[in-house]
């Protein structure tokens, strides 16, 4: 069956750290998303692409950067993590065009703890 | 700006019973109304959306949901709930006008469903 995966699940790390957490699908969508769960704020979306080569800010994109270089994959990288960053992590594809109409499908979620 | 509102943090029914969990949107143009469900430790799974025609709209798991254009609302609702249905819910949002096709994600209601 299709999936998308993220890893790893649960990550500690130190402030000033660079973190890559890893989104990996199967299903050959084109858009691909990252967000981030807090309490009280729902999710909130940091980056997003459309295509192989095509990455685009979201509300919450300071201090995170992602790149699209194949269609399966879209890392998030936490230039120097900061404790601000403490959350939990998801992943998320789609196969619509415009991407608003489908549904999302959702990896299981990365935790991190920056410290 | 868009916004999506879920007026109450936590609603409890006892099991058997109908159950609502509200949302309320505020976008420009045509809405896109999407509910996902979140089970704990896991990523959102999609439930049901509306993009256009009937307002009463069906999903997964036999939740319902009724688009109320002049109420601003969409409301999730089961006639007869189940424990297994214990989870996160959350509304979201996006419209049919032209650039961004991003969703706007409500902040979650936990529904407890008491044996």
């Known amino acids: 069956d299709a999936e998308i995966t993220q890893s790893p699940r649960h990550k500690i790390t130190e402030t000033g750290r660079q973190v890559t957490l890893a989104c990996h699908q199967t299903?050959?969508?084109?858009?691909m998303f990252w967000y981030r769960q807090d309490l009280g704020h729902g999710l909130r979306l940091i980056h997003y692409?459309?295509?192989?080569?095509?990455?685009n800010k979201g509300e919450v994109s300071d201090g995170y950067s992602v790149s699209r270089s194949n269609t399966e994959d879209l890392p998030l990288t936490l230039e120097s993590a900061a404790s601000s960053q403490t959350s939990v992590y998801f992943c998320?594809?789609?196969?619509?065009?415009?991407?608003?109409?489908?549904?999302?499908?959702f990896g299981e979620g990365s935790r991190l703890t920056v410290l | 700006a868009q916004s999506v509102a879920q007026p109450e943090d936590q609603v409890n029914v006892a099991e058997g019973n109908p159950l609502t969990v509200k949302c309320t949107y505020s976008?420009?143009?045509?809405?896109?109304l999407f509910w996902y469900v979140q089970y704990p430790n896991r990523g959102l799974q999609f439930l049901l959306k509306?993009?256009?025609?009937?307002?009463l709209v069906k999903g997964s798991y036999g939740f319902e949901a009724e688009f109320n254009k002049s109420q601003t609302s969409f409301h999730l609702k089961k006639p007869s709930a189940l424990v297994s249905d214990s989870a996160l819910y959350f509304c979201?949002?996006?419209?049919?006008?032209?650039?961004?096709?991003?969703?706007?994600f409500g902040k979650g209601t936990k529904l407890s469903v008491i044996p």
């Open positions: 299903w050959n969508h084109n858009n």
């Open positions: 976008v420009s143009g045509n809405p896109y």
């Open positions: 998320a594809s789609s196969e619509r065009y415009p991407p608003n109409t489908g549904e999302l499908f």
């Open positions: 692409s459309y295509g192989v080569h095509d990455t």
């Open positions: 979201a949002s996006s419209h049919s006008g032209a650039g961004s096709y991003q969703l706007t």
């Open positions: 509306y993009i256009t025609g009937d307002n």
